[in-house]
């Protein structure tokens, strides 16, 4: 059992708009190191991160056994895919079809597990977060765009592409709420109306700048019951947990749950109606979860292959 | 393996609104008998249901080996829940709190299989269908009410009750259209918006009279597009299989697709914008669905349970 021995480490790799952070793992995913580099251009961010990889591993006399990447998107996780590991069509400049997966198998020279940054947070929580042996969770985060990882039966729903959450269409009433929203595809898609984007876009300002009685978080507080609403009809989950930037805002958690309260309006699974606080809950992972949730993946994967 | 002895049968039993559709299947579901039983109180519908299989398992010279039932709800299918294998609180007169499973459970004598009418007939697509040998896909009956069987990595979804597509909150125009539908729980849910009940009460008739080029069916392509588009992003599914009563109407469905397109405006997966036509179908198994993937889901947990 190679994936036992003790020199054995995991790269783990959340690939961000933002950043990509870093981090090396041992079989028991505890973190050795841990870094982040900035996301520029690929040629530099890739090389940065396969450099990092290369000099941890040395320096800590270990040895790669796999790497498991959890990517922004939208990726190609089809496995015949001529594209299959690619960032595709992101509007991110310079990042449009990256073979990210090629680019590491072959300068690292290992498997990879390639999946969304969402899906890799959504398996860290059930990892080590608030989903801990949950066979049914959906993981939200709400920064610059809106995205889910969704767990059913004790695994990630992928389909033929994977979850799109953010462009749900949803109830919007113009009478409330004339602005149509900032998504270039869709009128009214939940992204468009309640991303940090379109909170930035619809107020002028970041929603950090934004007073904790501002509108713009009843309206924000609407769009997120509606979507947990939603979530609830279509897969009666045991739990959605929250995350991203605009879920740092310490008032909207018990917003959303008293409005998505109101939504369901009684309709709905008696655990959901009765214990909504532990019901929709924000991730306690500190920005790890998709690090350990991607980690664990790629080790699952070595083991269901026999390596 | 009992379960190949050749004179051991399923009793499949689609529990309806209107009616309750009987068979009795071979271990190949190979149909030997069909019956079906006005849906009136429960002790005289439940009553002709049992008598019908125990006179048809004994003039047949068969053994009942199992039973499986998909029923019209809300039902409870938590396994340790105090009323697992109930009717619960459904509007229809008699019906509320019916021990649906436990009667004939006692009076059979069998294990039985239990699922929502809507998770049987999704899997009997699978079984037999349009969604044969798919590990992800969708099935909406649109009838009286709206509801859905969804399958995702080849299992049925449940979650902690079980998919209720019918109370997705939707994009509705108020200035298009005025009326906030007919669900007593919500304003503008899908069921209160696009249900055959919806139809009926929006525009006093029921929808079977009204003319093909109706407006009627302009909101309802709007509504089962979104629904579509929504059900698209969330889960990615490789087919989205549509049947009831609302969906006999033969020019709604290409509506549907072409409006579906629009939802999307150009962001889904390739597979789903190229070939829509394969993508959003009708189910063509003339009301045999729910029959044909209860008795297989019986079957399976027999198997699995290894009697």
């Known amino acids: 059992m190679q994936s036992l021995s003790n ?7 959340e690939a961000g708009g933002t950043k990509f952070n870093c981090a090396l793992l041992d079989t028991e995913l505890n973190l050795i190191v841990q870094a982040a580099f900035e996301t520029t251009t690929p040629a530099h961010t890739l090389a940065a991160v396969r450099d990092f990889f290369r000099e941890t591993v040395a320096a800590h006399n270990t040895q790669l056994i796999a790497m498991g990447i959890a990517s922004f998107g939208p990726i190609d996780l089809m496995a015949h895919s001529p594209t299959y590991g690619y960032i595709t069509t ?9 073979d990210i ?22 398996w860290g929580e059930k990892v080590a977060g608030a989903a801990h042996d949950l066979s049914d969770f959906i993981y939200v985060t709400v920064g610059t765009g809106i995205g889910a990882g969704i767990v059913v039966n004790h695994q990630l729903v992928h389909g033929i592409r994977h979850p799109e959450v953010g462009h749900m269409l949803m109830p919007r009433d113009p009478l409330l ?5 900032c998504c270039p595809f869709h009128v009214g898609c939940l992204e468009g109306l309640a991303s940090g984007k379109s909170i930035e876009s619809r107020w002028g300002v970041p929603g950090k700048l934004l007073r904790a009685d501002h509108p713009a978080w009843q309206l924000e507080t609407q769009y997120l019951a509606q979507m947990c609403a939603n979530l609830t009809q279509l897969l009666a989950p045991q739990k959605i947990i ?57 080790l699952s994967q070595l083991d269901q292959e026999g390596l």
């Open 242 to 298: 929250l995350g991203g930037g605009v879920m740092e805002q310490p008032q909207l958690l018990q917003m959303i749950r008293e409005h998505f309260l109101v939504c369901l309006n009684g309709y709905g699974p008696a655990a959901v109606l009765e214990r909504t606080e532990d019901y929709i809950v924000k991730t306690h992972l500190n920005g790890m979860a998709a690090i350990l949730g991607i980690a664990e993946l790629a």
């Open 90 to 98: 992101t509007p991110k400049p310079d990042w449009s079809n990256t």
């Open 101 to 122: 997966c090629g680019y590491f198998a072959r300068e690292l020279n290992v498997p990879i597990t390639f999946d969304t940054d969402v899906n890799g947070a959504a």
């Open 7 to 13: 020199n054995n480490v995991i790269a783990a790799l």
């Open 177 to 181: 709420d004339s602005y149509t929203g």
